[in-house]
C-alpha cells in the first residue's frame, strides 16, 4: 500500500459541504437541549416529590 500523505482526518474534512455540518451542528444542539430539559425536569420532580 502506497502512503499518500492523506490521512483520514483530512480526507473527512473534505467529504461533506458545510451545509451538512451546520445541519448536524444543529441537530446535535436540539439533541442536547432536549437531554438537558428532561434531566433538570426529573430532578425537579424529585425535589418537589413528584417522584418517589
Request: hydrophobic share 55%; no cysteine.
Amino acid at each position: 500500500m502506497a502512503n499518500l500523505g492523506i490521512s483520514n482526518a483530512h480526507v473527512n474534512q473534505f467529504d461533506g459541504s458545510k451545509r451538512t455540518v451546520k445541519t448536524r451542528h444543529k441537530i446535535q444542539t436540539a439533541v442536547n437541549v432536549v437531554l438537558f430539559s428532561a434531566a433538570f425536569l426529573f430532578v425537579a420532580a424529585i425535589v418537589l416529590g413528584f417522584v418517589i
